[in-house]
């Protein structure tokens, strides 16, 4: 089985920063792709930003040119910079994983969600 575990949430005041962490394990073959959604109260989840491996990011035009997605392949690790917060910002962040298992099936996996929360 697989574990994500999602860290780096917190409280911020508005124009500060946050980076978030999201770190798969367990019986991994490959990591299709990695991405970071959120929720915040009374709404829809949302894609905040997703990679392809291999390929480039995807942002959310919320987040553009805010939020940087990269990833460490070597930690099987994704990350969400996020810069210049807004208290709409403010949700809590969920990390969804694409992965192929060593059975050859392929999977998505959520993390368990980190509080963000942008207020003076």
């Known amino acids: 089985q697989v574990q994500l575990v999602e860290s780096g949430g917190g409280l911020v005041q508005p124009g500060g920063s946050l980076r978030l962490s999201c770190a798969a394990s367990g019986s991994i073959f490959s990591i299709n792709s990695m991405g970071w959604y959120r929720q915040a109260p009374g709404k829809e989840r949302e894609l905040a930003a997703r990679?392809?491996?291999?390929?480039?990011?995807n942002y959310a035009d919320s987040v553009k040119g805010r939020f940087t997605i990269s990833r460490d392949n070597a930690k099987n690790t994704v990350y969400l910079q996020m810069n210049s917060l807004k208290p709409e910002d403010t949700a809590v962040y969920y990390c969804?994983?694409?992965?192929?298992?060593?059975?050859?099936?392929?999977?998505?996996?959520w993390g368990q969600g980190t509080q963000v929360t942008v207020s003076s």
């Open positions: 990679m392809i491996s291999g390929g480039t990011p």
């Open positions: 969804n994983v694409l992965i192929t298992s060593r059975t050859g099936y392929t999977y998505q996996y």
